[in-house]
């Protein structure tokens, strides 16, 4: 098990920019596979980016292109660069870490997962607004 907290969250304008932070302490964090989720009010929460302890990654077709999933081993983080952001990017962005590998089979080949119940261990969020 891990614990996982998030910072870097804020308010921006449509076309700035956010880098989230999620600290990892506990477990053996590299052999975690880690994603960024987010929720919108009265919305489902979603996989935003994924990335596994090979650093193989995946996004939602909403955020190609624009944010960037990376970790940091050594010093224990992973972080989410947000570019170009949008008025519908605005939510609670939530870090998430499961034991291990998780995958799931999207298209012709096996990605990490970006289904929610796969994950075991969340962070308590951290609030992004985009204003339009």
């Known amino acids: 098990q891990v614990q996982l907290v998030e910072s870097g969250g804020g308010s921006v304008q449509s076309g700035g920019s956010l880098r989230l932070t999620c600290v990892v302490s506990?477990?053996?964090?590299?052999?975690?596979?880690m994603g960024w989720f987010r929720q919108a009010p009265g919305k489902e929460r979603e996989g935003v980016a994924v990335?596994?302890?090979?650093?193989?990654?995946r996004y939602a077709d909403s955020v190609k292109g624009r944010f960037t999933i990376s970790q940091d081993n050594a010093k224990r983080t992973l972080s989410l660069q947000m570019n170009g952001l949008k008025s519908e990017d605005t939510a609670m962005y939530f870090c998430?870490?499961?034991?291990?590998?998780?995958?799931?089979?999207?298209?012709?080949?096996?990605?990490?997962?970006?289904?929610?119940?796969?994950?075991?261990?969340w962070g308590q969020g951290t609030q992004v607004t985009v204003a339009s």
């Open positions: 998430a870490a499961a034991p291990g590998w998780r995958g799931r089979y999207y298209g012709a080949s096996w990605y990490p997962s970006m289904s929610r119940d796969d994950y075991n261990d």
């Open positions: 506990g477990d053996t964090y590299s052999l975690y596979t």
């Open positions: 990335i596994d302890s090979k650093g193989r990654t």
